[in-house]
């Protein structure tokens, strides 16, 4: 592979740091060159984390040049909009639907925007596909386990050269033996997902 980039945003608590772990792991079992990088703020108050995961030989750094991102995962629609600059206009955005309200709103200093301008504003950047995360999350035992259903919709999508059975054994050997079962079901769920609402930029 010669290069694939991966944008993984979501807040402290979504598992965003541990999705973007079993990825990267996954990709190197395969025999693939890897670079993950982090960033991320308060995490335990709520505060953006965002991962990079670049994949192929000609990747030599964590940081992935604007408008370079094959694919933006997100488990928050703002955070996707926030890092929405990453996305080529031929890439993929996926964003679960579960709200999870910044400080700033909170406090009635900020607006929360509609989703149904959130999902505009992806679309003008690159394809969108959303769909509820959190409810196939608790289907499969706990809201924490979003990041895993996203891990499986884009393997169910074909959206990332990384075999299934590969990305199974990531999770058993990133995650607690008390949590694999559960994330697991996560992934299957992910994986069947329905394009319920899909909108195209018309770029890709």
């Known amino acids: 592979m010669k290069e694939y980039n991966i944008m993984f945003t979501g807040v402290g608590g979504t598992g965003v740091l541990t999705a973007a772990r079993i990825l990267a792991s996954a990709a190197l079992a395969e025999g693939e060159n890897v670079r993950m990088g ?11 984390v965002n991962c990079t995961i670049r994949i192929g030989k000609s990747v030599h750094g964590p940081i992935i040049p604007t408008g370079k991102a094959n694919l933006l995962l997100s488990v928050e629609p703002v955070e996707a909009l926030r890092n929405v600059d990453r996305i080529m206009p031929s890439g993929t955005i996926i964003v679960g639907e579960y709200r999870i309200t910044p400080t700033g709103v909170l406090l009635g200093r900020d607006k929360y925007p509609s989703d149904e301008a959130i999902l505009q504003d992806l679309a003008k950047f690159a394809k969108v596909i959303t769909f509820d995360a959190a409810k196939l999350a608790q289907e499969a035992g706990g809201i924490l386990t979003m990041n895993t259903v996203l891990i499986g919709a884009i393997i169910g999508l074909n959206l990332i050269p990384i075999k299934e059975e590969t990305v199974i054994a990531a999770i058993k050997e990133i995650l607690p033996e008390r949590y694999q079962a559960m994330n697991i079901s996560a992934f299957e769920k992910g994986k069947k997902i329905q394009k319920r609402r899909l909108q195209s930029s018309g770029l890709g």
């Open 38 to 48: 982090e960033i991320h703020g308060m995490a335990q108050r709520g505060g953006a």
